[in-house]
């Protein structure tokens, strides 16, 4: 049984590009939740996704991010007009069902911006 | 909303000694407490979870504790070894409304356990 999968791992973009981070979860998972790692810094929540639906974005910057989780496909994490202080870790986790079950981490991406 | 303190920041100790991290946490409702150990560059993993209707829970070197009426849990590492040299996280997680599931996490707490 796959782990959760993103790609890509390292992702270089310069400043006012679009970056793209994409998300499959492990199979039979139907719940996922993306997290931001700054440099030397612990793990933020920033959107929690099921299929179709966003149920909270809460922790995502109103502006430039978007996040989808489609029926089919992976979920895609969308940054806009990418600036130096989007550089980090983000990492996407997935879950079987919400509330109080144990949730396991993609091996991140990377993005670096320049 | 959750916010969960974490110490120390950083804890040294020597091989075959016990490690002990504490974690704080502010919100009542949080019922799901787990703990992820990060290696350099690599995925949070998960090692150990404890859930708020069990107070202690324990896998071969590596035990947690949970202290409701306090609000605070522990992780405990026995007889530790240089390759349990990581950063590790605590987290809770709040079962109410559309945060359901959501974790929020502590600030990390890097282990070195030297030979």
């Known amino acids: 049984n796959a782990g959760v999968m993103q790609n890509p791992r390292h992702l270089v973009r310069r400043r006012g590009q679009e970056a793209r981070l994409r998300c499959s979860p492990m199979?039979?998972?139907?719940?996922v939740y993306w997290y931001r790692q700054l440099p030397e810094e612990g793990l933020k929540f920033m959107v929690y996704?099921?299929?179709?639906?966003?149920?909270?974005e809460s922790g995502m910057p109103k502006e430039r991010f978007s996040a989808e989780f489609p029926k089919e496909g992976p979920s895609i994490l969308r940054i806009q007009q990418v600036v130096r202080g989007d550089s980090a870790a983000y990492f996407c986790?997935?879950?079987?069902?919400?509330?109080?079950?144990?949730?396991?981490f993609g091996p991140g991406t990377r993005l670096t911006v320049t | 909303g959750e916010n969960v303190e974490q110490h120390p920041s950083t804890l040294s100790v020597q091989e075959g000694d016990s490690a002990v991290i504490k974690c704080t946490y502010s919100?009542?409702?949080?019922?799901?407490f787990p703990w992820y150990k990060q290696e350099l560059g690599k995925r949070p993993q998960l090692i150990i979870d404890i859930r708020s209707n069990v107070g202690e829970k324990k896998d071969q070197r590596i035990a947690v504790t949970l202290n409701k009426t306090a609000k605070h849990f522990s992780l405990h590492i026995t007889e530790t070894q240089p390759e349990d040299s990581a950063v590790y996280f605590c987290a809770a997680s709040w079962g109410g409304g559309t945060s359901y599931g959501k974790l929020t996490f502590g600030q990390g707490t890097i282990l070195t356990v030297h030979p």
């Open positions: 986790a997935s879950s079987p069902r919400s509330g109080r079950n144990e949730q396991y």
């Open positions: 199979k039979g998972h139907s719940h």
């Open positions: 919100d009542s409702a949080s019922n799901y």
């Open positions: 996704l099921q299929k179709e639906n966003i149920i909270d």
